[in-house]
């Protein structure tokens, strides 16, 4: 089998795992609640990176300084209000609307791209974003309106979760994968802390009654492990053996496998104006990272060899 083959079935499972979280992180957000639970699984992860680079990649300690660190916890920022909005909007909306809404941030990156960093968007972009904009509207009830405070913090989510993207680009380049992500996910952690000591009961994050629960263990289990280290390290192996346009693509898989797993394990049921919205979405995430129509005849006349 063929490294890029197996590259992109490895990244189409995190992709999977991505979307299957969202079932069990809205079961366990009934018994534990939002940042708590968010602040024990990104901990978790950190504390499983850092072992993984002591114990496999120990020379990177020596790349670590006040700028790693900064940009890492810059990155770690936007991702923590991504997971903390994502969350949170769980508590009021279904897994499956949630991850039709958070995969919104694939199309918002090249908005943001051009409103941040003034780089013009292609036309399947424009395309994309309008078809997104499209399926958000029926997602939410089409003329009826019904979208609920939680879809407004999935929203949110989706925009941060775009910013993480423009963020992480600008920063990718120049550090160390492994450290950036170290950081972040500390970041992540250490926010979610102490945001829950404010603004939730955190005594909840050390009650055994509670991480005892299957429910509450089982997910903290998948997500930092999974979800979290495995994901990072898998996407960070085996990226480099593929193409950015399969990964775009691959990664524009989430949203159906939150919806799936969500009719086939929480028996959530999407309807018809739910799913034509739940379609725009996907198609408009995926015309936006397909090569543009002129791209397309370049490579036809080349093919041919027909001059331009």
């Known amino acids: 089998m063929k490294r890029q083959t197996i590259a992109d079935l490895s990244l ?3 992709t999977f795992v ?9 079961n366990a957000i009934s018994f534990l609640e939002p940042l708590s ?15 993984w680079i002591a114990a496999a990649s120990r020379p990177l300690f020596g790349q670590l300084s006040w700028r790693v ?13 991504g997971y903390a909005f994502q969350t949170i909007g769980l508590l009021y909306t279904t897994s499956s609307k949630a991850g039709f809404i958070t995969g919104l941030s694939v199309v918002l990156v090249p908005l943001f791209s051009f409103l941040i960093l003034k780089q013009k968007p292609s036309v399947n972009a424009v395309v994309g ?17 019904s979208f609920n405070h939680g879809d407004f913090f999935v929203f949110l989510c989706a925009v ?8 992480t680009g600008r920063y990718s380049s120049q550090y160390s994968t492994m450290l950036l992500t170290m950081v972040q996910i500390f970041t992540v952690g250490i926010l979610c802390f102490f945001f829950a000591f404010w603004f ?6 050390w009650n055994t009654a509670v991480l005892r629960r299957p429910e509450v263990w089982g997910a903290l289990a998948v997500t930092s492990l999974l979800a979290t280290t495995a994901a990072f390290l898998i996407q960070t192996a085996v990226q480099k053996y593929t193409t950015p346009a399969h990964v775009a693509l691959i990664f524009a898989m989430e949203p159906v496998f939150a919806a799936l797993t969500a009719c086939l ?20 995430m995926i015309f936006a990272e397909l090569p543009s129509m002129r791209l397309w005849g370049r490579r036809w006349r080349e093919k041919r060899n027909i001059p331009s």
């Open 160 to 167: 941060s979760f775009a910013m993480h993207i423009i963020v």
């Open 37 to 51: 639970f968010n602040a024990v699984r990104f901990s978790l992860a950190g504390l499983l990176l850092l072992a």
């Open 12 to 14: 189409l499972m995190v």
């Open 129 to 145: 974003a309008a078809l997104a904009a499209f399926g958000l509207y029926w997602l939410t009830g089409g003329a009826e309106l």
């Open 18 to 26: 991505w979307g299957a979280t969202f079932v069990v992180v809205q």
């Open 69 to 81: 660190i900064g940009a890492g916890a810059w990155m770690g920022l936007w991702l923590f209000f």
């Open 200 to 205: 939730e009961d955190a005594a909840q994050m």
């Open 265 to 284: 394990w929480a028996g959530e049921r999407l309807s018809p104006s739910a799913w034509l919205g739940g379609v725009a979405i996907l198609a408009g």
